[in-house]
């Protein structure tokens, strides 16, 4: 039995199959594939894992941790589709049986909570099939039934980023032992993966696995990281699109039009007809659908920064570091632009830049 199932006749066909695949009754078409090779008695399987390994189990987990603290734990590797505590009056320590809706954040939850504290004890992670676990009356479903009910509003998700930032403690470090730094606390970068970023490195996840690894990567005092936080700007990519009669729409009212692959809505000042999309991942769609038209996307391309103190590209006037000159004459260190006296038709900053 699972929780809030008389809400399920308003559910997304798509939910109510997570949640039946995941009981006893809903296993009719993966039996025969469970019975040609079928695991210990314990459901743990050590060789050869196939892609139905979407359970972790938990062992020795004090009586006291309920299944709403073990879910905040978990909840940020991907969807739980049921978590499930039983109780071993033996070793007065529970087991407890975590259900994911794919294998890849399964997978992510066992390899970074291979070792996990919970309290004050220490907890062994196994992976195993949803299917070996039985159905209970107090099997917990956070997220099946409470995201899909009609009441609750309509969230653009954002998906796991896979570019990050790494930041030294003390602003400077070595790329090298920071490569092998990650590669201890996440496995192997590919060549390529990781280059120097300012103060720190910048890392690009080779799979979602690697990705909510770094995302919950933990940097405590000993660490040489000072924080890890996705890129601001190489998660997303811009695309414009072109419509009067869009443009008279708040940006708002556009976003709550557009599918959930458009994460921001900009409408360009000075344009009367350039709207901005702002979409998550490196690639644009070849085509946007916004209720009851059809649009072509194409790639935006940002405006070249300009220093107007040195005149050269690439920064901007506060993190400038080079002597000022002046955007006219182009004479270094003797006086603002706005005070010059040659008599010059020169454009600013157009012809002193070699």
Known sequence: ???????????????????????????GKMQKAANKSRPSRSGLVSKN???????????????FFTCGAIHSIFKCFGVVLRIRITYDSDCRSNRCYITFNTNAAAKAAFELKGSLTVGDTHCKVQMMRSTNVVDSDNDYCPNIFDDSVEHVPKERRVPTPFWFVAYYREGRGNIIHASQYLEKEIGL??????????????????????????????????SMFESIKPHRTF????????????????????????PDSVQRVTKMKGSKNMIILTFYGSHIPDRININPTSFEAKPFVERTLQCFCCYEFVHGKRNCNNRSRCGNCSALDSHLTSECRTLSTLSRGSCFLL
Do not use: W
């Open 1 to 27: 039995m699972i929780y809030g199932y008389r809400k399920a006749q308003s559910l997304p066909r798509t939910v109510v199959d997570q949640a039946l695949e995941t009981s006893v009754s809903g296993r």
């Open 49 to 63: 894992p196939v892609n139905d390994l979407d359970t972790i189990m938990l062992t020795n987990v004090l009586a």
């Open 189 to 222: 970068l590919p060549m390529g993966h990781i280059k120097k970023y300012g103060k720190g490195v910048l890392i690009r996840a080779k799979d979602l696995t690697q990705a909510m690894m770094l995302l919950n990567l933990p940097c405590p005092s000993d």
């Open 235 to 258: 998660n997303y990519s811009k695309g414009r699109i072109y419509n009067e009669d869009l443009y008279e729409f708040s940006e708002e009212d556009i976003l709550a039009m557009c």
